[in-house]
């Protein structure tokens, strides 16, 4: 006896119906634009990492990884073979000047042609960024770029100072990733790489003691000095610890791609304009 099994009608294609449906959903998902409500927070985190990276990049390369302004001085004084003992320092600020503005050129025309707010474009700007400073955590914990404690006198010599430059200038590469998200959510009061325009609108700011929930922009302002103290503290007591500059980049590392994760799960505006295109 032969036994014949039979399917309703239109059942494959009641399962193809339900697969695009879901991709359609999953595309327009991974389109939306998140909501602003405390994202806030994500760029006050980012000014910790400015201060854990920053205050080791500058004990082990006397050179700032994403704030440019003291990297721009070293430059200068580079034209008059200053600082004595550190002829080459020239090199590794212009190369990581360089490499920051490369990372907020491609990060920033990139999202603007994307989508400043998409999800998609934040989580994977934030992964970017976090396998930068990975890589460079690799790198020094591999010792394949040398320990700070043997790098002094090599960079003196001109030896190993240009294996600094790999996580010089992914650092910096990343760092302008992380100022071109800031700006693209509309946080200019937070740009995550500098503090002296911020403590001029904090000081000039006419609410300036206004009760916390009449003055946002300035509880931000205040929000990213005190991360990134805590941060260059942070980095400055890690940092004497064995392979304590190794352990701060993955620190930050981690915490970057704990980011790209959570906009994955931000809210997302339900509007027309997230309709595929």
Avoid at 12 to 20: K, N, T
């Amino acid at each position: 006896m032969t036994l014949i099994q039979s399917f309703p009608e239109g059942n494959g294609d009641g399962l193809e119906r339900r697969v695009g449906t879901r991709s359609i959903q999953l595309a327009r998902w991974w389109k939306q634009e998140v909501v602003m409500g405390h994202a806030d927070i994500v760029f006050i985190i980012c000014y910790f990492i400015t201060g854990l990276v920053d205050s080791s990049a500058f004990n082990a390369w006397s050179c700032f990884a994403i704030m440019q302004t003291g990297n721009t001085i070293f430059l200068g004084l580079g034209a008059s073979n200053q600082p004595e003992g550190n002829p080459y320092g020239w090199l590794k600020s212009l190369i990581t000047v360089c490499f920051f503005l490369t990372g907020s050129f491609i990060f920033s025309q990139l999202s603007r042609r994307i989508g400043l707010r998409q999800r998609r474009v934040l989580s994977i700007s934030f992964f970017v960024q976090g396998i930068c400073i990975l890589i460079s955590a690799a790198l020094i914990q591999a010792k394949i770029v040398p320990h700070p404690s043997s790098t002094r006198e090599a960079s003196t010599l001109g030896g190993r100072l240009f294996l600094e430059l790999i996580p010089l200038f992914l650092l910096a590469f990343q760092g302008g990733g992380q100022m071109a998200a800031s700006r693209g959510m509309g946080f200019n009061e937070l740009p995550t790489t500098v503090l002296t325009s911020v403590y001029y609108d904090l000081s000039s700011d006419p609410k300036l003691a206004a009760w916390p929930s009449q003055n946002v922009k300035r509880n931000r302002r205040i929000g990213g000095v005190i991360a990134l103290l805590i941060g260059a503290i942070a980095g400055g007591w890690i940092f004497k610890s064995k392979d304590g500059l190794a352990i701060i980049l993955w620190i930050a590392a981690g915490i970057k791609l704990t980011i790209s994760v959570s906009w994955c799960f931000w809210k997302g505006e339900k509007d027309e304009k997230n309709n595929l295109n």
